[in-house]
Every structure is written in C-alpha cells, then in structure tokens.
C-alpha cells in the first residue's frame, strides 16, 4: 500500500472533466486557467463549487469581479489548454488565447467553441489547505449535443498531469 497521501488521492478521483474558468481582468479583457477540480453542491439553488488556488490570477479577477463562466471544452481545446493550464495570466496575456462571445447574463465572457458554459456569479470563497472553495450561484446553462447525457459532443476529461481520454460511445 502507499503512502504518498498527497499525491496519489486526487488521481484516484479521476478522470475529471476539464473546465476553463473565465474571467475579467481589470483592463476588461478575458483570461483563461484550467480547472478540473469541480463539484456541483447544491440544485436549488443552483450552486457549484471549485478548488482554484489562492495564487492563481484568476482566484484575484473572481474577488475583484464576483463572476466567472466555466466552459467545458472537446479534445480540439488540448493545445490551448496546456497554454491556459501551465502559464499565468499575471505573466502572460491569454486573451487571445480562445475565440470568445458574449455571456447571457454576466460581463465575463464565453469561450465560443465549448459544447457546454456555465455562468456564475460569486457566492463565497473559502480558504481550505492550499486552495479556496469558490462556490458560484448558477445565473446561466448552456451546451451544445447533450440531451441527458453527452450525445454528439464528447468532453475532454483529465486523468492527472499531462493524461487526457475521452468518452466512449
Ligand atoms: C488539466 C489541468 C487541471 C487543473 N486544475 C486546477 C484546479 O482545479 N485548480 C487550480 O487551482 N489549478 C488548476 N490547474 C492549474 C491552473 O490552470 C494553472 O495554474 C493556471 O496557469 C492558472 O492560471 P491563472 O494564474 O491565469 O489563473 C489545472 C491545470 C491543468 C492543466
């Protein structure tokens, strides 16, 4: 048996689906980290709940702004995602990294070829070990081949560091 606590948990608790969490900077412009630690809390109200940690540029843009989108991507995302995933929007500008559009309901935009987007507006953050809980009230669901469950579209699903798979039909 192990003992590597630390690293080996979170993989067992894979795959995960990928989420690139959207948010305004103060210059108004978007930018874009990945997330694949994320859990629906509550259905009504609509509430959800993500480990982003306290260093990550977007954890400042959600406490300035008090709203974020989540937008789940397909495996032709992958090569923006490793930029998004790996680098700082505090030391690089990845607004141009995605095509984006308008949000029903926030300021935050949408990343435009996600097959699924989630707005949110900011609840609370929690501090917990080294990551906050940012919990977001629902505003907005929208996605693209899903009826139940993924029909035509497939997401990208995180099986830790650099794996990735996706659905089988
Ligand atoms: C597949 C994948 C999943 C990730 N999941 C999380 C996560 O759930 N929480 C987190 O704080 N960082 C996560 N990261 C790391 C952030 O995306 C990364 O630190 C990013 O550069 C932060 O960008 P920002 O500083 O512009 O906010 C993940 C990275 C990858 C590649």
């Given at each position: 048996?192990?003992?590597?606590?630390?690293?080996?948990?979170?993989?067992?608790?894979?795959?995960?689906?990928v989420?690139i969490?959207?948010?305004?900077?103060?210059?108004?412009?978007?930018?874009?980290?990945?997330?694949?630690?994320?859990?629906?809390?509550?259905?009504?109200?609509?509430?959800?709940?993500?480990?982003?940690?306290?260093?990550?540029?977007?954890?400042?843009?959600?406490?300035?702004?008090?709203?974020?989108?989540?937008?789940i991507p397909d495996?032709?995302l992958?090569?923006?995602?490793?930029?998004?995933?790996?680098?700082?929007?505090?030391?690089?500008?990845?607004?141009?990294?995605?095509?984006?559009?308008?949000?029903?309901?926030?300021?935050?935009?949408?990343?435009?070829?996600a097959?699924?987007?989630?707005?949110?507006?900011?609840?609370?953050?929690?501090?917990?070990?080294?990551?906050?809980?940012?919990?977001?009230?629902?505003?907005?669901?929208?996605?693209?081949?899903?009826?139940?469950?993924?029909?035509?579209?497939?997401?990208l699903?995180?099986?830790?560091?650099?794996?990735?798979?996706?659905?089988?039909?």
């Amino acid at each position: 048996m192990t003992k590597d606590l630390n690293g080996l948990y979170y993989r067992l608790l894979c795959p995960r689906v990928v989420a690139i969490i959207v948010s305004l900077r103060p210059d108004g412009k978007p930018n874009a980290m990945v997330a694949a630690w994320h859990t629906p809390i509550s259905v009504n109200p609509p509430i959800v709940a993500i480990a982003i940690a306290p260093s990550r540029f977007t954890h400042k843009l959600i406490q300035n702004s008090g709203e974020f989108t989540i937008n789940i991507p397909d495996k032709t995302l992958t090569e923006q995602i490793e930029v998004a995933g790996y680098n700082s929007g505090e030391h690089m500008d990845k607004s141009a990294l995605f095509k984006y559009a308008p949000s029903k309901i926030l300021k935050t935009p949408i990343i435009e070829d996600a097959i699924g987007v989630i707005e949110c507006k900011l609840n609370r953050m929690l501090e917990m070990g080294d990551h906050s809980v940012v919990f977001g009230n629902i505003v907005s669901v929208s996605a693209k081949g899903f009826g139940e469950v993924w029909r035509t579209s497939t997401p990208l699903l995180h099986l830790g560091t650099n794996f990735y798979t996706e659905l089988k039909k």
